[in-house]
């Protein structure tokens, strides 16, 4: 009798153990997967600021991205205060100078080259961090070679961290000058890791996508760069869904550095 009782127990016990498993375990499961995204990725959109025309293609998109604006143009400051209004991060697009091979592309009137002295460059940097009120950090604009000139980069990279911004480098120069600068003195530093648009063609930008996700779920985040340009935000609208479907999560460039 008493070991029939005993039987009668364990079965209890294993019966109600049986049941909280079941109550739990698919909350558990159900919570890792739809909880924190599998990786984060950054959208970058550069070259704002020679026109208004593709606010309203902004406007459409409500993930969180960062608008690089080139300073000083005819809409800079209302392209920035546009993109603040939809919640958007700012940074500020320097234009810097190029190699001479790439000089076939027209400077910007207020590119900073390396002949410049220490004074001229904060002028420029001080005149471009007006027209862009707001903005958190600096990437630049082409710069294939001030990128690599030590003296010119340490000279804004004071003014970066003086104005706690941080740097997106956009890999213009195979150099690593930037990086090194950025460690010394202690500024925020980030690099691209995939340009989106460097063919204006529908098929090649979405297979820049599919490359993006690709890295971005093997390594955890990533740093995409694309253009004001109708195709490119097109693309942008139709791709954020899919990579959404994957478990990727959209964020502002500061948030990489967080």
Not at 68 to 76: M, Q, R, T, W
Not at 208 to 237: D, R, Y
Not at 239 to 258: G, R
């Amino acid at each position: 009798m008493k070991i029939r009782r005993e039987i009668l127990t364990v079965i209890i016990v294993g019966v109600v153990i049986v049941l909280v498993l079941a109550l739990i375990l698919p909350r558990v499961f159900r919570g890792k997967s739809q909880g924190t995204a599998h990786a984060r990725v950054a959208i970058v959109i550069d070259d704002w600021g020679y026109n208004l025309r593709y606010i309203n293609l902004l406007k459409e998109i409500t993930v969180p991205l960062t608008i690089s604006i080139l300073p000083n143009l005819k809409f800079s400051t209302q392209v920035a205060q546009a993109a603040k209004e939809l919640n958007q991060e700012l940074i500020i697009h320097l234009p810097l100078e190029p190699e001479t091979e790439a000089r076939t592309i027209r400077l910007e009137k207020d590119t900073i080259t390396c002949q410049m002295s220490a004074g001229e460059i904060i002028r420029i940097f001080e005149q471009a961090r007006l027209s862009v009120p707001e903005a958190v950090g600096v990437s630049n604009h082409m710069g294939s070679r001030a990128t690599k000139d030590r003296q010119t980069m340490s000279v804004i990279f004071d003014q970066l961290k003086k104005n706690k911004l941080f740097f997106l480098d956009n890999l213009v120069a195979p150099e690593k000058v930037c990086e090194r600068l950025a460690k010394e003195k202690q500024i925020k530093f980030i690099a691209r890791d995939f340009f989106l648009d460097n063919r204006d063609d529908y098929a090649a930008i979405r297979a820049n996508f599919a490359e993006l996700a690709e890295f971005a779920l093997t390594n955890g985040q990533a740093v995409g760069i694309l253009h004001a340009k109708p195709k490119s935000l097109e693309v942008l609208k139709e791709q954020i869904p899919l990579m959404q479907a994957k478990e990727i999560d959209f964020i502002f460039v500061s948030d990489l550095l967080k």
